[in-house]
């Protein structure tokens, strides 16, 4: 059962364009929404995340926008850099210790 | 700042082999957090440990026996390697009883031939 749903399974944008990645959950008890990083050969990182409460979450060129009501999030990268090509992972928790993972969404930033 | 260090990074066994995977944290976070990375897939929890001596199994922990000895260390065993069990395992731990930020390893990456 695949709780949290991301794409495109992988997307190539150009330098200096925006990148919009998409992730839907099912659980309407999640209430936490992190987004992960993570580059080849490391292990994943907190980038940015947002609460249930929020329509909207802005960190440097990273903005998280929220729609409770259809279950769906994205997140925006604005002016890509080649640097910001990884592999980007969306997830959920209610709280507690359990968190769960989309199959992530995989950028390629091309100069 | 603080670091997880996962040892090996790279493991290869037999299929059957008994294989323990060692995860170190310097955070001095409670809870600690095995997960399972394939190719193309999320990440998946196989246990997770909330002090030392705990233990609690997640999603996928068929196959897989934990064990928590102290604070800093966590350590995961695959029983008996299977052909499919080819995967990065990733180590993270998190401050106190919420998981919202996980800090995770660099991973093992697991061979079974």
């Known amino acids: 059962q695949q709780q949290v749903r991301q794409s495109p399974q992988s997307l190539t944008v150009w330098e200096g364009e925006t990148a919009i990645l998409n992730c839907s959950y099912e659980n309407s008890a999640f209430d936490y929404f992190p987004w992960y990083q993570q580059f080849p050969g490391e292990g994943p990182a907190l980038l940015i995340a947002i609460r249930s409460v929020s329509d909207k979450k802005e960190d440097g060129g990273f903005t998280i926008f929220f729609n409770k009501r259809e279950k769906n999030l994205s997140l925006h990268i604005k002016d890509s850099q080649p640097g910001d090509s990884a592999t980007y992972f969306c997830?959920?928790?209610?709280?507690?210790?359990?968190?769960?993972f989309g199959s992530g969404t995989r950028l390629l930033v091309s100069p | 700042g603080g670091i997880i260090t996962q040892t090996p990074k790279f493991l290869i066994g037999q299929e059957g082999q008994k294989l323990t995977l060692k995860c170190q944290q310097n955070?001095?976070?409670?809870?600690m957090y095995w997960y399972r990375q394939d190719s193309g897939k999320g990440l998946r929890l196989i246990y997770y440990?909330?002090?030392?001596?705990?233990?609690q199994k997640g999603d996928l922990s068929e196959g897989y026996d934990a064990s928590r000895e102290k604070k800093s260390s966590f350590s995961l065993t695959v029983t008996s390697a299977q052909k499919n069990e080819m995967a990065v395992f990733l180590c993270?731990?998190?401050?106190?009883?919420?998981?919202?930020?996980?800090?995770f390893g660099s991973g093992t990456r697991l061979t079974v031939l």
């Open positions: 440990s909330i002090t030392e001596n705990d233990l």
């Open positions: 993270a731990s998190s401050i106190g009883s919420s998981a919202e930020t996980l800090y």
């Open positions: 955070f001095n976070h409670d809870t």
């Open positions: 997830a959920a928790s209610g709280g507690g210790y359990k968190v769960v």
